[in-house]
């Protein structure tokens, strides 16, 4: 909900202000179930547009590496916006040798990229980090048409 009180900074402060010099609770109270509502609207949003992120990734997987493609392994690269390849091992997809193979593999199909954190290579999903990353709220969150 901060998303949607930071947006509308000024107006909540308005209605903190009526309710401390007039009593005035209605105005704040409909704000934040406002609130409520556009966050609720822009986590479904969030959900679906990873959901698909995921579909359209199992597909380009399935696609550009169909020796090592598998629904769990699809899966496993949206846990988090990155994987270890101890992260493919302990999720019993493949082996230490094979994991290390398989993430190098979707890195070098442009699915994720590698980077190196001390001694620990690190396979970032970058499509779904932006989409983790992007906080805005649009009129449609927030039940604007």
Not at 2 to 16: A, E, F, T, V, W
Not at 96 to 123: D, F, M, P, V
Request: a positive charge; proline letters at 2%.
């Amino acid at each position: 909900m901060s998303g949607h009180i930071i947006q509308n900074k000024r107006h909540y402060y308005d209605l903190l202000l009526d309710v401390t010099t007039k009593g005035d609770w209605q105005g704040l109270v409909l704000f934040i179930i406002e609130a409520v509502e556009t966050t609720a609207r822009w986590s479904t949003r969030k959900i679906m547009e990873i959901r698909q992120l995921l579909e359209d990734t199992a597909v380009r997987m399935r696609a550009d590496t169909p020796k090592i493609y598998s629904r769990d392994f699809a899966e496993l690269i949206f846990v988090n916006p990155y994987c270890r390849i101890a992260d493919v091992v302990e999720a019993g997809i493949a082996r230490r040798q094979t994991a290390s193979t398989y993430l190098k593999a979707l890195s070098e199909a442009g699915i994720l990229e590698e980077r190196i954190a001390g001694r620990e290579r690190l396979y970032i999903n970058p499509r779904l980090l932006s989409l983790l990353s992007d906080r805005r709220f649009t009129e449609a969150d927030a039940g604007m048409r």
